[in-house]
C-alpha cells in the first residue's frame, strides 16, 4: 500500500481496530480514517454510507463488530446476529459504491463448524453444524465472508477476508459480562489477588484447547496481506499452537501471583472442545507470529494494571 493511500479503519478503537491503527501509524501511513461508535453507528445505513462516501478511503479495513464471550452471546443472540450483519453489509455497500480498491474484512475462526476437522483449514467452512453457544454471531461473520466472496465474483472488488484466532492484548475488554476467556481470567485472577481470596471458580472443566494470537502480531498480518493477498478464500490467522484452559489458568494465575485454589464449575458450558487453525497458507506467504505466549500475557497484564491506575 501507498503511504499516502487513505484508509479507513471501522472499529479504531476497539482492541483490533487500534492495534491496526497504530501499526500503519507506526509504518507511516499518515492518512488514517476512523469514527467511534458515538460519532458514527455503523448500523445506521443512511449515516454510514453517507460518512464513508464522503471520506472516499482507497483502503477499507472493517475491524467493527459486536464482540463477546459466551455469556454475552447466549444473553443478546438478536444484537450478535443483527448488529453484525448490518454493519458489515452498511460498509461494503459504501465501499461498494465509490470503488473501494482494497478491503479487509475480519471475521473468527467461530466460522467453522464444532467438530471441525483439526487442526482447522480455510476449506472446513460450511462442513458441519456450528457450536450453538455464538450461532447468532458466526452466521453473521460467514455471512460476511460470502459477501466478500459475491462482491469479488459479481463485481470483480479485489477485496479480502482474515479469519484470526482468538486474540488478545492492549484495549481488550475486561468486563466480565461480555469478555472473552483470557482477559476474564487475567480480570479474575486479578481481583481475587487483590481482594485476598483464596479460590477463584472458572467455568467449564478446562479441557478445551485454545490457541491465542497477541492483537499486534494480528495488526502485522492484516497488513501483511493488504499487500500480499489477493484471493476470493478467505485466509485463517494463527499462532500454530494449542494450550488448555488449565493450562492458561495456570500461567495467568502465576504471572498474576495468585496464589490460591482454582475450581471449575462444571455445570458451565465449555464451548468448542478443541480449536487449533491452520494457519499454513499465511505462513507460507511469509507472515509468522513474533510474540509468545507468556510474554504476550505478562505484557498485557502490566498493560491490564496501568489502565486500572488512568
Ligand atoms: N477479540 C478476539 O479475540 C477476536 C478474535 C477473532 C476475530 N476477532 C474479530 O476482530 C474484529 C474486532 O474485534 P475486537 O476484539 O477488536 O472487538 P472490540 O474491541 O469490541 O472492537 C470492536 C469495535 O467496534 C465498535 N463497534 C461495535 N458496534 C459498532 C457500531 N454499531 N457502530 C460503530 N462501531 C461499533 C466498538 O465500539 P464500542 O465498543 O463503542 O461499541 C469497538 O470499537 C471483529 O470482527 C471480531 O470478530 C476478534
Avoid at 44 to 53: G, H, S, V, Y
Amino acid at each position: 500500500m501507498d503511504k499516502n493511500s487513505r484508509i479507513y479503519i471501522a472499529g479504531h478503537r476497539g482492541m483490533v481496530g487500534s492495534a491496526i491503527w497504530s501499526h500503519l501509524n507506526d509504518l507511516g501511513f499518515h492518512q488514517l480514517i476512523g469514527w467511534s461508535h458515538e460519532e458514527l453507528d455503523l448500523t445506521d445505513r443512511e449515516k454510514t454510507l453517507e460518512a464513508i462516501m464522503q471520506a472516499n478511503p482507497d483502503v477499507v479495513i472493517i475491524a467493527a463488530a459486536r464482540v463477546g464471550g459466551i455469556g454475552a452471546n447466549s444473553r443478546l443472540p438478536v444484537e450478535f446476529l443483527n448488529d453484525n450483519i448490518r454493519i458489515q453489509l452498511n460498509i461494503l455497500e459504501a465501499a461498494h459504491k465509490i470503488n473501494v480498491k482494497k478491503l479487509l474484512y475480519l471475521g473468527s475462526s467461530c466460522i467453522y463448524p464444532k467438530f471441525a476437522q483439526q487442526p482447522i483449514k480455510e476449506e472446513e467452512l460450511l462442513n458441519g453444524a456450528l457450536e450453538e453457544t455464538n450461532i447468532g454471531y458466526a452466521i453473521a461473520k460467514i455471512s460476511g465472508v460470502i459477501n466478500l466472496k459475491s462482491y469479488r465474483s459479481e463485481y470483480g472488488h479485489r477485496w479480502i477476508s482474515a479469519m484470526p484466532t482468538n486474540l488478545y492484548g492492549p484495549n481488550d475488554s475486561y468486563d466480565l459480562e461480555t469478555s472473552h476467556v483470557l482477559p476474564a481470567l487475567i480480570r479474575k485472577f486479578h481481583d481475587a489477588k487483590v481482594e485476598g481470596s483464596e479460590v477463584v471458580t472458572l467455568w467449564g472443566d478446562g479441557s478445551p484447547l485454545r490457541e491465542f494470537l497477541h492483537v499486534d502480531d494480528l495488526a502485522k498480518a492484516c497488513v501483511f496481506l493488504l499487500d500480499n493477498y489477493d484471493s476470493d478464500s478467505h485466509i485463517n490467522v494463527g499462532f500454530g499452537k494449542e494450550i488448555s484452559i488449565k493450562e492458561l489458568a495456570s500461567i495467568i494465575s502465576r504471572i498474576v501471583g495468585f496464589v490460591g485454589t482454582i475450581e471449575w464449575d462444571t455445570s458451565r458450558p465449555n464451548g468448542t472442545p478443541r480449536k487449533l487453525m491452520d494457519s499454513s497458507k499465511i505462513n507460507s506467504l511469509g507472515w509468522k507470529p513474533e510474540i509468545e505466549l507468556e510474554v504476550g500475557i505478562a505484557d498485557t497484564y502490566e498493560e491490564f494494571k496501568s489502565s486500572l491506575n488512568s
